[in-house]
Protein backbone atom coordinates (compact mmCIF):
# COMPACT_ATOMS: atom_id res chain seq x y z
CA UNK A 1 0.00 0.00 0.00
CA UNK A 2 1.10 3.25 -0.34
CA UNK A 3 2.18 5.77 2.28
CA UNK A 4 3.46 9.11 3.18
CA UNK A 5 5.54 10.78 5.99
CA UNK A 6 6.11 14.35 6.53
CA UNK A 7 8.83 14.01 8.97
CA UNK A 8 8.62 17.60 10.69
CA UNK A 9 4.69 18.31 12.13
CA UNK A 10 5.86 22.27 12.62
CA UNK A 11 8.81 24.14 10.77
CA UNK A 12 9.42 27.59 12.20
CA UNK A 13 11.63 29.87 9.93
CA UNK A 14 12.71 34.02 9.69
CA UNK A 15 11.18 35.79 7.29
CA UNK A 16 13.47 35.92 3.79
CA UNK A 17 15.67 32.42 5.19
CA UNK A 18 15.06 29.53 3.01
CA UNK A 19 12.07 26.59 3.70
CA UNK A 20 12.42 23.32 3.80
CA UNK A 21 9.75 20.82 4.42
CA UNK A 22 10.25 17.44 4.08
CA UNK A 23 8.04 14.36 3.04
CA UNK A 24 9.07 10.77 2.43
CA UNK A 25 6.84 7.99 0.66
CA UNK A 26 6.63 4.47 0.30
CA UNK A 27 4.70 2.94 -3.05
CA UNK A 28 5.25 0.05 -5.07
CA UNK A 29 4.09 1.57 -8.23
CA UNK A 30 5.76 4.94 -10.32
CA UNK A 31 3.77 7.43 -8.00
CA UNK A 32 2.08 10.65 -8.31
CA UNK A 33 2.91 13.02 -5.66
CA UNK A 34 1.59 16.47 -5.03
CA UNK A 35 1.93 19.33 -2.30
CA UNK A 36 -1.10 21.00 -0.89
CA UNK A 37 -1.15 24.20 1.08
CA UNK A 38 -4.25 24.82 3.48
CA UNK A 39 -4.31 28.31 5.33
CA UNK A 40 -6.38 29.05 8.10
CA UNK A 41 -9.91 28.42 7.46
CA UNK A 42 -9.61 28.32 4.32
CA UNK A 43 -9.53 25.04 1.66
CA UNK A 44 -6.62 23.54 0.30
CA UNK A 45 -4.80 24.97 -2.71
CA UNK A 46 -2.87 22.52 -5.27
CA UNK A 47 0.84 24.17 -5.06
CA UNK A 48 2.71 21.99 -7.26
CA UNK A 49 2.44 17.98 -8.63
CA UNK A 50 4.71 15.78 -10.01
CA UNK A 51 3.62 12.93 -12.54
CA UNK A 52 6.63 11.30 -14.01
CA UNK A 53 7.79 14.10 -15.99
CA UNK A 54 10.49 16.14 -14.82
CA UNK A 55 12.13 15.50 -11.35
CA UNK A 56 12.03 18.73 -10.47
CA UNK A 57 8.99 20.45 -10.25
CA UNK A 58 8.22 24.15 -9.85
CA UNK A 59 4.62 25.48 -7.97
CA UNK A 60 2.92 28.64 -7.46
CA UNK A 61 4.32 31.47 -5.07
CA UNK A 62 8.09 30.04 -5.27
CA UNK A 63 7.97 26.48 -4.36
CA UNK A 64 9.42 23.71 -5.72
CA UNK A 65 9.82 20.27 -5.31
CA UNK A 66 11.82 17.40 -6.57
CA UNK A 67 10.81 13.99 -6.69
CA UNK A 68 14.62 11.81 -5.71
CA UNK A 69 13.21 7.75 -6.11
CA UNK A 70 16.63 6.59 -4.76
CA UNK A 71 15.27 8.28 -1.57
CA UNK A 72 11.67 8.33 -1.34
CA UNK A 73 11.58 11.99 -0.85
CA UNK A 74 10.00 15.06 -2.29
CA UNK A 75 10.57 17.53 -0.48
CA UNK A 76 9.14 21.21 -0.53
CA UNK A 77 11.41 24.17 -0.90
CA UNK A 78 11.56 27.85 -1.17
CA UNK A 79 14.89 30.10 -1.61
CA UNK A 80 13.25 33.06 0.69
CA UNK A 81 10.57 32.66 2.98
CA UNK A 82 7.46 35.24 2.97
CA UNK A 83 5.21 36.66 5.95
CA UNK A 84 1.79 34.81 3.57
CA UNK A 85 3.78 31.29 3.28
CA UNK A 86 2.36 30.81 6.77
CA UNK A 87 0.26 28.20 6.50
CA UNK A 88 -0.17 23.85 6.90
CA UNK A 89 1.35 22.06 3.89
CA UNK A 90 0.28 18.91 3.14
CA UNK A 91 2.71 15.98 0.71
CA UNK A 92 -0.19 13.76 -1.47
CA UNK A 93 0.32 10.82 -3.10
CA UNK A 94 -1.86 8.82 -5.69
CA UNK A 95 -2.84 5.77 -4.05
CA UNK A 96 -1.88 3.99 -7.48
CA UNK A 97 -3.66 0.24 -6.13
CA UNK A 98 -6.96 2.21 -6.63
CA UNK A 99 -6.04 3.82 -9.17
CA UNK A 100 -9.03 3.25 -11.13
CA UNK A 101 -11.00 5.02 -8.40
CA UNK A 102 -8.08 8.35 -7.83
CA UNK A 103 -7.54 8.09 -4.45
CA UNK A 104 -5.30 10.48 -2.49
CA UNK A 105 -2.96 9.64 0.60
CA UNK A 106 -2.60 12.74 2.89
CA UNK A 107 -0.25 12.98 5.21
CA UNK A 108 -0.33 14.87 8.20
CA UNK A 109 0.52 18.13 7.28
CA UNK A 110 3.46 20.74 8.14
CA UNK A 111 2.67 23.74 9.92
CA UNK A 112 4.73 26.47 8.67
CA UNK A 113 5.60 29.63 10.85
CA UNK A 114 7.25 32.73 9.32
CA UNK A 115 8.83 34.93 11.81
CA UNK A 116 9.55 38.83 11.04
CA UNK B 1 -19.52 28.50 -10.06
CA UNK B 2 -15.67 29.16 -10.11
CA UNK B 3 -14.86 26.14 -7.65
CA UNK B 4 -16.22 23.78 -5.19
CA UNK B 5 -19.18 24.82 -2.79
CA UNK B 6 -20.24 23.82 0.84
CA UNK B 7 -23.06 24.57 3.29
CA UNK B 8 -22.85 25.28 5.75
CA UNK B 9 -19.97 26.18 6.88
CA UNK B 10 -20.41 25.67 9.98
CA UNK B 11 -22.85 23.13 11.78
CA UNK B 12 -23.27 22.81 15.46
CA UNK B 13 -25.72 19.89 16.77
CA UNK B 14 -26.79 18.17 19.74
CA UNK B 15 -25.53 14.32 20.15
CA UNK B 16 -28.00 12.01 18.33
CA UNK B 17 -29.33 14.29 15.73
CA UNK B 18 -28.92 13.62 12.13
CA UNK B 19 -26.80 16.23 9.56
CA UNK B 20 -26.57 16.60 5.93
CA UNK B 21 -23.68 18.79 4.55
CA UNK B 22 -23.70 20.04 0.72
CA UNK B 23 -21.11 20.24 -2.20
CA UNK B 24 -21.34 21.62 -5.07
CA UNK B 25 -18.31 20.29 -7.48
CA UNK B 26 -17.14 22.57 -10.09
CA UNK B 27 -19.07 22.38 -13.09
CA UNK B 28 -18.04 19.62 -15.84
CA UNK B 29 -15.77 17.42 -12.82
CA UNK B 30 -16.80 14.02 -13.11
CA UNK B 31 -15.25 12.80 -9.65
CA UNK B 32 -16.27 14.01 -6.09
CA UNK B 33 -14.56 13.37 -3.00
CA UNK B 34 -15.18 13.74 0.54
CA UNK B 35 -12.69 13.50 3.67
CA UNK B 36 -12.63 14.62 7.04
CA UNK B 37 -10.39 16.66 8.71
CA UNK B 38 -9.61 16.07 12.37
CA UNK B 39 -7.74 18.64 14.64
CA UNK B 40 -3.99 17.41 14.79
CA UNK B 41 -4.75 14.64 11.76
CA UNK B 42 -4.43 14.80 8.32
CA UNK B 43 -7.27 14.29 5.74
CA UNK B 44 -9.21 10.59 5.97
CA UNK B 45 -10.59 9.63 2.54
CA UNK B 46 -14.22 8.96 3.05
CA UNK B 47 -15.98 8.05 -0.31
CA UNK B 48 -15.89 8.73 -4.13
CA UNK B 49 -18.04 9.13 -7.02
CA UNK B 50 -16.56 8.96 -10.64
CA UNK B 51 -19.82 9.63 -13.53
CA UNK B 52 -22.29 6.91 -12.83
CA UNK B 53 -20.16 3.82 -11.68
CA UNK B 54 -21.41 2.66 -8.20
CA UNK B 55 -19.37 4.90 -5.34
CA UNK B 56 -15.99 4.20 -3.33
CA UNK B 57 -17.57 3.79 0.10
CA UNK B 58 -14.28 2.22 1.25
CA UNK B 59 -13.46 4.90 3.67
CA UNK B 60 -16.87 5.26 5.44
CA UNK B 61 -16.16 4.89 9.46
CA UNK B 62 -19.45 3.89 10.18
CA UNK B 63 -23.16 2.70 8.59
CA UNK B 64 -23.72 5.81 10.57
CA UNK B 65 -22.42 7.82 7.31
CA UNK B 66 -23.85 7.69 3.56
CA UNK B 67 -23.86 9.90 0.97
CA UNK B 68 -25.68 10.34 -2.87
CA UNK B 69 -24.89 12.53 -5.71
CA UNK B 70 -27.74 13.27 -7.55
CA UNK B 71 -27.37 13.74 -11.16
CA UNK B 72 -23.82 13.52 -11.00
CA UNK B 73 -23.13 16.60 -9.47
CA UNK B 74 -24.49 18.09 -5.98
CA UNK B 75 -23.85 15.91 -3.59
CA UNK B 76 -25.00 15.17 0.31
CA UNK B 77 -23.27 13.57 2.67
CA UNK B 78 -25.62 12.56 5.83
CA UNK B 79 -24.46 11.70 9.55
CA UNK B 80 -26.82 9.82 11.41
CA UNK B 81 -26.78 9.71 15.37
CA UNK B 82 -24.03 11.89 15.42
CA UNK B 83 -21.37 11.53 18.10
CA UNK B 84 -18.85 13.94 19.67
CA UNK B 85 -15.88 11.88 17.81
CA UNK B 86 -17.91 13.16 14.25
CA UNK B 87 -16.35 16.50 15.35
CA UNK B 88 -14.57 17.71 12.50
CA UNK B 89 -14.17 19.81 9.27
CA UNK B 90 -15.70 17.86 6.42
CA UNK B 91 -14.01 18.26 3.15
CA UNK B 92 -15.32 17.97 -0.69
CA UNK B 93 -13.43 17.98 -3.98
CA UNK B 94 -13.56 17.42 -7.14
CA UNK B 95 -11.39 16.62 -10.25
CA UNK B 96 -12.17 16.52 -14.59
CA UNK B 97 -11.49 12.69 -13.28
CA UNK B 98 -8.95 10.10 -12.05
CA UNK B 99 -5.19 8.64 -12.40
CA UNK B 100 -4.56 11.37 -11.21
CA UNK B 101 -6.00 15.03 -11.72
CA UNK B 102 -5.31 16.85 -9.39
CA UNK B 103 -8.16 17.64 -6.42
CA UNK B 104 -10.00 21.27 -6.06
CA UNK B 105 -10.99 21.53 -3.06
CA UNK B 106 -13.48 23.65 -1.42
CA UNK B 107 -13.74 25.21 1.98
CA UNK B 108 -15.42 22.93 4.25
CA UNK B 109 -17.79 22.30 6.76
CA UNK B 110 -17.00 22.90 10.39
CA UNK B 111 -18.80 19.83 12.34
CA UNK B 112 -19.76 20.18 16.08
CA UNK B 113 -21.09 17.60 17.93
CA UNK B 114 -22.18 18.71 21.43
Known amino acids: AQSVTQLDSHVSVSEGTPVLLRCNYS??????LFWYVQHPNKGLQLLLK??????LVKGINGFEAEFKKSETSFHLTKPSAHMSDAAEYFCVVSDQERRSQGNLIFGKGTKLSVKP | GAGVSQSPSNKVTEKGKDVELRCDPI?????LYWYRQSLGQGLEFLIY????????KSGLPSDRFSAERTGGSVSTLTIQRTQQEDSAVYLC????????????FGPGTRLTVT
Open chain 2, 93 to 104: ASSLGTSPKEQY
Open chain 1, 27 to 32: SSYSPS
Open chain 2, 27 to 31: SGHTA
Open chain 2, 49 to 56: FQGNSAPD
Open chain 1, 50 to 55: YTSAAT
